[in-house]
Structures are given as structure tokens and as C-alpha cells.
């Protein structure tokens, strides 16, 4: 599976966008983009994929640039609860296994 | 979604002993279940992969004898760290497949809410 990379961390002011960048310049055309988010002491929670289309639903959008080489996890209006590590993760479709990188570890500020 | 219940939520043991501990999917059906480690401030790491019916899949440097993981039905995993000593203090978390979704669409985990081991 493509290796993907974060930035370490990030800050974000409560009630704005938080944008949360992640490259996949190896990405394959049958690998998907999957993000998962870990609050502190809990198991990870899925938040969104998409292979190729920007996505949507009630915790985020996913956009994905035309090359695949790069996304975007968009939270609209960031709450403090939203402060967790952000996992960018790309997976062939049928694979079962997820391995996660070091993520992005967004606090957001009051 | 899918609900993933891993029990116990923490448990405290005296170096020597063993630890079970439990993953069940609640409302689905998981023909295979991952189980994962996280040590503090480290990302998550992939221990093995259990598979309904069969003998598990263990990743490099993870020893089989020492981390027994039994999946006896297509809702329970069981991870059993035996003799455990206090550098298996660590966060475990499983996790658990979804059948595969329909044509076209790629599956999903989730996770449980992971159990948090202390050894003294």
C-alpha cells in the first residue's frame, strides 16, 4: 500500500475550517483514501474515504486533487471535541488491514 | 455504524500472569478481526490478523506464543497475552471487518474502544 505523509500536528481556531493535508504522490489507481481520527486513550474513528471524487457527510469532506497525488480532510466548523490525532491512510479496495502512519495531531484552540 | 465492544475498558495485572481480553462485533458479522498495540505518544501498530475458524496471522517481531488470539466465531476475537511482564503494559485495540460491501465499494473498519493494560 502507498506510503502517505502528514504534518506532525496542527492548531485551528474553535468554530472555524479545519484543513488537514495529506500526500499519496504513490497512490495507485486502485487504492482509496481512507481518514480515521484517534481521541485520546480511544480506538480510532472512521471518518470518510473516496477514491477519486470529493466526498461528503455529516463529520467532514474529503477532496482529492485530479492526480490523486494528494488530499484534503476538511472539518467545516472545528469544536474542541474535534481535537484528536488525524490518520490519512490509503488501501486497495478489498484489503482489510490498516496501517497507520505517525498522523496529524490537530488541537483546537477556544 | 457497525459497533466494535472490546472489553475489559483497563485492567491491572502482576507480572507472571495472563490477560484476556475480549472483541465482539455487535451488530454484524466480522470474518476477520485485527488486533493492534499502542504504546504512548506512538501510532498504532498492527500485531496480527485473526480469522474466523483459522490459525492467526502474526507480523514480524510479534510472537505467537506470547500473544494468543483465538476467533471462534464470527463475532468474538480473543487476544490473550500470556505471562505478561511489565513492557506488555501497552494500549490494545482491535478492530473488525465488514463483510465486503456491494460491488464497486471498498470496506471499512472499526474499532474497539481499545483496553489499556498495566503491568506491575
Known amino acids: 500500500d502507498a506510503k502517505t505523509t502528514q504534518p506532525p500536528s496542527m492548531d485551528c481556531a474553535e468554530g472555524r475550517a479545519a484543513n488537514l493535508p495529506c500526500n499519496h504522490s504513490?497512490?495507485?489507481?486502485?487504492?482509496?483514501v481512507y481518514w480515521y481520527r484517534q481521541i485520546h486513550s480511544q480506538g480510532p474513528q472512521y471518518i470518510i474515504h473516496?477514491?477519486?471524487n470529493n466526498e461528503t457527510n455529516e463529520m467532514a469532506s474529503l477532496i482529492i486533487t485530479e492526480d490523486r497525488k494528494s488530499s484534503t480532510l476538511i472539518l467545516p466548523h472545528a469544536t474542541l471535541r474535534d481535537t484528536a490525532v488525524y490518520y490519512c491512510?490509503?488501501?486497495?479496495?478489498?484489503?482489510?488491514?490498516?496501517?497507520f502512519g505517525q498522523g496529524t495531531r490537530l488541537t483546537i484552540n477556544p | 455504524g457497525a459497533v466494535v465492544s472490546q472489553h475489559p475498558s483497563w485492567v491491572i495485572c502482576k507480572s507472571g500472569t495472563s490477560v484476556k481480553i475480549e472483541c465482539r462485533s455487535l451488530?454484524?458479522?466480522?470474518?476477520?478481526m485485527f488486533w493492534y498495540r499502542q504504546f504512548p505518544k506512538q501510532s498504532l501498530m498492527l500485531m496480527a490478523t485473526?480469522?474466523?475458524?483459522?490459525?492467526?496471522?502474526?507480523e514480524q517481531g510479534v510472537e505467537k506464543d506470547k500473544f494468543l488470539i483465538n476467533h471462534a466465531s464470527l463475532t468474538l476475537s480473543t487476544l490473550t497475552v500470556t505471562s505478561a511482564h511489565p513492557e506488555d503494559s501497552s494500549f490494545y485495540i482491535c478492530?473488525?471487518?465488514?463483510?465486503?460491501?456491494?460491488?464497486?465499494?471498498?470496506?471499512?473498519?472499526?474499532f474497539g474502544s481499545g483496553t489499556q493494560l498495566s503491568v506491575l
Open positions: 491512510i490509503v488501501m486497495t479496495q478489498g484489503a482489510q488491514k490498516l496501517v
Open positions: 451488530d454484524f458479522q466480522a470474518t476477520t
Open positions: 473516496g477514491l477519486k
Open positions: 485473526s480469522n474466523e475458524g483459522s490459525k492467526a496471522t502474526y
Open positions: 478492530s473488525a471487518s465488514v463483510a465486503r460491501l456491494a460491488q464497486g465499494r471498498s470496506e471499512k473498519l472499526f
Open positions: 504513490t497512490i495507485s489507481g486502485n487504492e482509496y
